[in-house]
Structures are given as C-alpha cells and as structure tokens.
C-alpha cells in the first residue's frame, strides 16, 4: 500500500520562513493536499492541487510538489501558523495521510 | 456555508458496534462524495472510507470488513458503523466532504469531530 512520510517536527522563528515536507515514491506524480490542525479543533484544508489555496487561506502559504516529495512553505512565519500540519494523497482510490508534522513557532 | 455535525454513543463497549451519523447543512448532500475520517489521541489522521449520494462505497482496505458507510439523502445525513471494535478504535471521529477534480482528491469541509471511547 501507497505511504507517504513527514519529519515529527519543525522549528522556526517568528517572521522566517518554514519548510514541511512530505516524501513518497513518485509523489510527484501524484496531487498533494495539506490541512492545518490546531489543538481541540478539526483540520483545515490549507493547500490542494499542490499548490491551490482555498479562499480564506493566506498567501504565505504555498506549495510545490516534485520528484518524491511534495513541500509546504510558510513565508513570515506567524504564532498563529504553530500547529499539526497533515500531508495527504490518494493512490489506487485509497486516501493517504501523512503521519503529521508539528509546527513550533519559537 | 456548508457544515457538517457528528453525533452518536461517546461510549462503546469492546466487541460492539460503533455508530455514528453525520448531519450535513447548508447544501444538498446529493452531487458529493462523504468521508468519515479518524484521529486516535495524539496521533495522526486515518481516512476510514467514503460514500457517494447513489450509495458507491470505499473502505480503507484495513478496515473494510468492519466498516459500513450508507447515505440518506432525505435527511441530508451519512452514516458510520464499526463493528467489532476494540480499543485501538478509542479516537476522535470526524465525517468530511470529498471532492475529487482533475485528479486531485481532498476534503474541503469538516464536522467537528466527536470523541467514541471503547472500554466496558
């Protein structure tokens, strides 16, 4: 069955820029989407199609996807962006989340 | 706006079955695909399965033999049943809109989430 993998954790400073990333094989070939989770709150859908950002969802956010690994970036990184962000594809109609990578804004 | 809300039993005893219903506002459930997707305590999301409104399922292959998803479009609600459960199926349950265009699939739109804890 289709995996696909984040680092536990990322650090950054307020005002700089973050990177998460999330690797499977041939990711690339694939569409990723990424949610924002909060603690006590449900996900939300911060990027699809890659790089997409539904209405409501910042410019600072973005995305890129190619090779075996698909990249949310953070530009300006703020305190409220500290949260779980969630990887997620589909293969073989299947839906595949990654196993999450927590954001600390220091 | 679309919303979406969970209810059903916070409290399943082992070797039962779970069941929960997902109440859909604001738009019609017909013309979408619905998900129920779980959240164990402090750990990842697992995409459980989803239904489409004529009733065209799909199960996370882990969980297929326990898992049934069934619609009714005249109360705008989906359903989930669990069966056999253990407490490795203790988690947070959240139903989800899917959308799937141009071979992008995600979920645009989340309930709540309730809390099923499994113990006797």
């Known amino acids: 069955s289709y995996e696909v993998t984040q680092s536990p954790s990322v650090s950054v400073s307020p005002g700089q820029t973050a990177s998460i990333t999330c690797s499977g094989d041939?990711?690339?070939?694939?569409?990723a989407s990424w949610y924002q989770q909060k603690p006590g709150q449900s996900p939300v859908l911060v990027l699809y199609?890659?790089?997409k950002r539904p209405s409501g969802i910042p410019e600072r956010f973005s995305g890129s996807n190619s090779g075996n690994t698909a990249t949310l970036t953070i530009s300006g990184t703020q305190a409220m962006d500290e949260a779980d962000y969630y990887c997620q594809t589909w293969d073989s109609s299947t839906v595949v989340f990654g196993g999450g990578t927590k954001l600390t804004v220091l | 706006q679309v919303q979406l809300q969970e209810s059903g039993p916070g409290l399943v005893k082992p070797s039962e079955t779970l069941s929960l219903t997902c109440t859909v506002s604001g738009d019609f459930i017909n013309s979408y695909y619905w998900s129920w997707i779980r959240q164990p305590p402090g750990k990842g999301l697992e995409w459980i399965g989803y239904i489409y409104t004529t009733g065209d399922t799909n199960y996370n292959p882990s969980l297929k033999s326990r898992v049934t998803i069934s619609v009714d479009t005249s109360k705008n609600q989906f359903s989930l049943n669990l069966s056999s459960v253990t407490a490795a199926d203790t988690a947070v349950y959240y139903c989800?809109?899917?959308?799937?265009?141009?071979?992008?699939?995600?979920?645009?739109?989340w309930g709540q989430g309730t809390l099923v804890t499994v113990s006797s």
């Open positions: 041939k990711l690339g070939d694939k569409y």
């Open positions: 199609e890659d790089t």
């Open positions: 989800a809109r899917r959308i799937l265009v141009a071979g992008s699939l995600y979920f645009d739109y």
